[in-house]
């Protein structure tokens, strides 16, 4: 077997879990809540920026708790389309969330202070920081909410 072959193979036995039209689904409602996490996060670092110190970080963690809710909500009725347990699966995008926003708050300054480093973009580094890390956590929060957040009982 090629190693295409082998890549087309796995490709299909990852996608095969996924059932018809909810990537997409997810991948659309995907970028409306990055438009809005990404949104808060901006709008909320520059009004910040002004008053505080590092407003950016303060800014981050704000724009994720708005964010979570806002996610939550999307992927529930029209991604997973699940009905009822809201408490349960809002802790549990609480979890899949709070881990990776987590991350992103540690790694948010020194993703900063490199592109400050390595690049002309001093002024806007927080904001290129920002919007790597909200693509990353779009590719993996897909597994933990299919996984966890939205996962039925099986019968």
Known sequence: MSLMDAV????AKLTGQIPPGQLGRYLIVG??????????YAALTAVLTPHIPYAYVLAAVSAN???I?????????????TKGHY????????????????????????LVFLIRQISPLYASAPYLAGAILAGLAVVVSFAGHKNFTFRTAKP
């Not at 809710?69 to 389309?81: A, D, E, H, I, R």
């Open 8 to 11: 087309k193979q796995r490709s």
């Open 31 to 40: 970028v409306a809540n990055t438009l809005f996490s990404y949104g808060s």
């Open 65 to 67: 708790v708005l964010s």
């Open 69 to 81: 809710t806002f996610s939550y909500l999307s992927y529930k009725w029209f991604v997973f389309k």
């Open 87 to 110: 408490i349960r699966e809002w802790t549990r995008c609480v979890a899949v969330y709070s881990g990776v926003g987590l991350f992103g708050v540690a790694v948010l300054p020194v």
